[in-house]
T-cell receptor, first 114, second 115 residues
Framework: DAGVIQSPRHEVTEMGQEVTLRCKPI?????LFWYRQTMMRGLELLIY????????DSGMPEDRFSAKMPNASFSTLKIQPSEPRDSAVYFC????????????FGPGTRLTVL | AQKVTQAQTEISVVEKEDVTLDCVYE???????LFWYKQPPSGELVFLIR??????QNEISGRYSWNFQKSTSSFNFTITASQVVDSAVYFC????????????FGSGTRLLVRP
């Protein structure tokens, strides 16, 4: 299996621009998670989906962030407008059943907002 | 509330030394899972082990071993005969049903293995 795929791997943008991060989960995994890693807050969950439906978005920092999962093999995390404090590494993870299975992480997208 | 504490921010050892990374967790749930992930300098998160709350058996995988003790709420990780390639940040994580099984990470321990 190819594992969780994320794109782009690096993104540099200017404040105010829209940013879209993409994720392809492992085939057959019903759960998809978006995490953010920063020096100040460490690794934290933003949102997760089960069977393409958002279940818990309590970690999404504010309305500038939105996430979608139009089908079982694709998800996006969008920031509009972006701000310098959004600079972080964004990880996507997928799992068969997080209660009894492991979450496998993608390589991450390093976002820099200037 | 759930919490994971990795009190060791950074550890430096010389190659071939044994090293133990500490992890202490807090939860009121009786069913939970504990994990260790490795984050090498390249940045990805690599899964190492998952342990459920009903299985207190220690586990060994090559040079890696894990000690799970519910009495002290600890899930410590030992690397025997460390190697330079073990240099990375290691994260301990907890997931519980009441939190929708999201991973709650500790702050990580940076391990530097010097030649």
């Amino acid at each position: 299996d190819a594992g969780v795929i994320q794109s782009p791997r690096h993104e540099v943008t200017e404040m105010g621009q829209e940013v879209t991060l993409r994720c392809k989960p492992i085939s057959g995994h019903d759960y998809l998670f978006w995490y953010r890693q920063t020096m100040m807050r460490g690794l934290e969950l933003l949102i997760y989906f089960n069977n393409n439906v958002p279940i818990d978005d309590s970690g999404m920092p504010e309305d500038r962030f939105s996430a979608k999962m139009p089908n079982a093999s694709f998800s996006t995390l969008k920031i509009q407008p972006s701000e310098p404090r959004d600079s972080a590494v964004y990880f996507c993870a997928s799992s068969l059943n997080p209660g009894a299975d492991t979450q496998y992480f993608g390589p991450g997208t390093r976002l820099t907002v200037l | 509330a759930q919490k994971v504490t990795q009190a060791q921010t950074e550890i430096s050892v010389v190659e071939k030394e044994d090293v133990t990374l500490d992890c202490v967790y807090e939860t009121r749930d009786t069913t939970y899972y504990l994990f260790w992930y490795k984050q090498p300098p390249s940045g990805e998160l690599v899964f190492l082990i998952r342990r459920n709350s009903f299985d207190e058996q220690n586990e060994i995988s090559g040079r890696y071993s894990w000690n799970f003790q519910k009495s002290t709420s600890s899930f410590n990780f030992t690397i025997t005969a460390s190697q330079v390639v073990d240099s990375a940040v290691y994260f301990c994580a907890l997931s519980v049903m009441d939190s929708s099984y999201k991973l709650i990470f500790g702050s990580g321990t940076r391990l530097l293995v010097r030649p």
